[in-house]
């Protein structure tokens, strides 16, 4: 099992910026890749960005590309997400989601991630 724990979320301006942390603890030998993912209520969950735990190769959903960066550290079992000129159109739950036990790909499929965590609010204001 490996537990997750998101931080860093809150309320800010249009134009702002934000960095969510989360922190991976149990079996994090087994981690290949790590994403976030958000979800508004009502809404599907939608991919946001990921980072493969060895190479660190990245990738992201279009509208977040040029605006946030995903980076982890491996010694703190952390994955960081760097979102700036945030949108109203950005708020939502941010989850992260670990990906173990088998060879890494640059998925965006929710079922294709094994670990989730709580989840923390992003609130853009206009």
């Known amino acids: 099992q490996v537990q997750l724990v998101e931080s860093g979320g809150g309320l800010v301006q249009a134009g702002g910026s934000l960095r969510l942390s989360c922190a991976a603890s149990?079996?994090?030998?087994?981690?290949?890749?790590m994403a976030w993912f958000r979800q508004e209520p009502g809404k599907e969950r939608e991919f946001v960005s990921g980072?493969?735990?060895?190479?660190?190769?990245?990738w992201y959903e279009d509208s977040v590309k040029g605006r946030f960066t995903i980076s982890k550290d491996n010694a703190r079992n952390t994955v960081y997400l760097q979102m700036k000129s945030l949108k109203p159109d950005d708020t939502a739950v941010y989850h992260c989601?670990?990906?173990?036990?088998?060879?890494?790909?640059?998925?965006?499929?929710?079922?294709?991630?094994?670990?989730w965590g709580q989840g923390t609010q992003v609130t853009v204001s206009s």
């Open positions: 989601s670990v990906r173990s036990g088998v060879a890494p790909t640059t998925t965006r499929i929710p079922t294709q991630y094994d670990y």
């Open positions: 980072i493969m735990w060895g190479a660190g190769i990245t």
């Open positions: 149990g079996r994090t030998l087994s981690i290949r890749a």
